[in-house]
């Protein structure tokens, strides 16, 4: 049994939800007795996820940058769960390069996923928790989108879209509607993995004053929480969950007690 018990039973949409963040969200979800599909574009993970949890209720394949394929995707939703009462808008990609070797098919590619798929997935969604009245919007942001990052000008320009995107929702469909955006620093998912040499990894903790990387599941109980009735006050906020990295500059000469 999972910690929310308003959470059992819930519908709940996870974009993203094979691997890294949304895989963790998922899983979590799941023990919290919540009803969850998930939407990924790689077939291989999605049918990986789906043989090893018997308690998922359904996994699609769905490419939310293409909005044919997120309209089928969430009427697919409807024959399997009837309708939806969480969105996990998580789905994202980045790519680390340099601004001016960042061409224009990056920069669309990026922002068409990022930005392009949440807004579609949140129209689905949320056209469907208007007919009960009653919802919760989560996007999956990031600290990027708070400030500014050398070589991911297309992710954190998504991301900036992704955060006041949820602010401008949460206002316009209060007060039945909660919407929040997420911003987690560094998590140590395959993507970061890719992207990251582990002497990359081990100067990045450095700057953090926790000293680490999050793990997937500590950012999936940021989820559950803000989902459930607990965070039943909260809304319009971009939420870091990042170690204190976004709390200023750390000087590793002064550490604190103890």
Not at 208 to 228: M, N
């Amino acid at each position: 049994m999972g910690k929310y018990r308003d959470l059992a039973n819930k519908r709940v949409v996870i974009t993203g939800g094979a691997s890294g963040i949304g895989l963790a969200t998922t899983l979590r979800f799941c023990d919290e007795g919540s009803r969850v599909v998930i939407f990924d574009w790689d077939k291989e993970r999605l049918e990986k996820i789906l043989s090893e949890d018997q308690n998922l209720s359904g996994g699609i394949y769905v490419d939310v940058s293409q909005p044919k394929e997120v309209e089928k995707g969430f009427q697919r939703v409807d024959v399997i769960l009837g309708g939806i009462d969480i969105l996990i808008a998580n789905a994202g990609i980045s790519v680390r390069r340099s601004f001016l070797d960042t061409d224009y098919e990056q920069w669309a590619k990026v922002l068409r996923v990022n930005l392009d798929g949440a807004f579609l997935c949140a129209k689905e969604a949320i056209s469907r928790m208007k007919k009960q009245k009653d919802g919760v919007v989560l996007f999956t942001a990031s600290t990027n989108g708070l400030e500014g990052r050398p070589l991911y000008a297309d992710y954190n320009a998504s991301k900036a879209g992704v955060i006041v995107l949820a602010k401008t929702l949460a206002l316009e469909f209060a007060p039945w509607l909660r919407v929040n955006a997420i911003c987690p620093g560094y998590v140590l998912t395959p993507m970061q993995k890719a992207e990251y040499t582990p002497e990359m990894l081990k100067q990045v903790n450095k700057n953090i004053p926790l000293q680490r990387h999050a793990s997937p599941e500590e950012v999936a109980g940021l989820f559950a929480f803000l989902a459930s009735d607990e965070a039943a006050y909260i809304t319009g906020q971009a939420i870091p969950i990042d170690g204190g990295e976004t709390s200023g500059h750390v000087s590793m000469e002064s550490g604190g007690e103890g």
